[in-house]
């Protein structure tokens, strides 16, 4: 029996005014996302608690980062033992030498290391980010292997149209007949962005896997149900109790 279960519309004092309805994640999700992080972010700038929060979770999840142990299956690859050992001291050198380089990153700014921080606190504060690794040559690397960033605002519809506009696209990604994405569309500016000049806005769109099928985008976020197309901050659920302990201590202090 589902009578021990709160329901909507229960004559209960703390679930009275509640208007609820169960949607599907993208409706859930895609239509409120915008303002969650808008929210989420406003919370980063202003608001202590959140900043704790967010800081205490990246420091001990990330630490200094993953890094590279290289070690083959010798005896598979009929690999002498002294040989695959040599071999690996040399790879994990080169991918240490690439890693530690700032030119890894594609904007010459950070290094793998404080990418991968990057990476995991964009997911915590906007719900999700976008990884792609295009190869561009530069001449302070051996590999032309590169890593670009893509922050979650640019991944939208094209034309800014409806983030739920049909059923095999919505938040800027489309799926396939299985469900899997099989497009990306990243917009070249921000929504808020040059006000007056949305026009100018372009998309590119990027495929999921190119032709041998390899992961050409990699789409961080956290997914908590099955279809879920896009991520939401962490912060998104428990904004009004930040902003409610706010004011509760400024109205202690003064």
């Not at 993208?26 to 704790?52: F, H, P, Q």
Request: aromatic fraction near 8%; glycine fraction near 6%.
């Amino acid at each position: 029996s589902a009578a021990g279960f709160n329901q909507p519309g229960s004559k209960k004092r703390f679930l009275s005014g509640l208007d609820v309805s169960s949607n599907s994640p993208d409706a859930d999700v895609i239509d409120k996302k915008e303002g969650a992080v808008a929210l989420s972010r406003e919370m980063w700038m202003s608001n202590t608690l959140a900043v704790a929060i967010l800081k205490r979770i990246k420091a001990n999840t990330v630490g200094t980062g993953l890094r590279m142990q290289s070690q083959i299956d010798h005896e598979f690859l009929k690999v002498p033992k002294e040989a695959a050992k040599k071999w690996q001291r040399n790879v994990e050198r080169e991918f240490r030498y690439w890693a530690q380089s700032k030119d890894c990153d594609m904007t010459r700014q950070q290094n793998f290391y404080e990418l991968q921080e990057l990476a995991y606190f964009s997911t915590l504060l906007s719900g999700d980010v976008c990884a792609l690794f295009p190869h561009k040559k530069v001449q302070t690397l051996n590999s032309p292997v590169r890593i670009r960033l893509i922050e979650s605002d640019l991944l939208s519809n094209p034309n800014w149209s409806s983030p739920l506009t049909a059923t095999d696209i919505a938040g800027g990604i489309k799926l396939d007949a299985s469900g899997a994405p099989s497009t990306y569309y990243f917009a070249n500016q921000y929504p808020g962005e040059n006000l007056g000049t949305l026009a100018d806005t372009t998309w590119t769109p990027i495929k999921a896997f190119d032709s041998t099928g390899k992961r050409q985008v990699h789409h961080l976020f956290i997914k908590d149900r099955p279809g879920q197309r896009r991520g939401m901050p962490l912060l998104a659920p428990i904004v009004n109790d930040l902003v409610k302990v706010t004011k509760l201590k400024d109205a202690e202090l003064t």
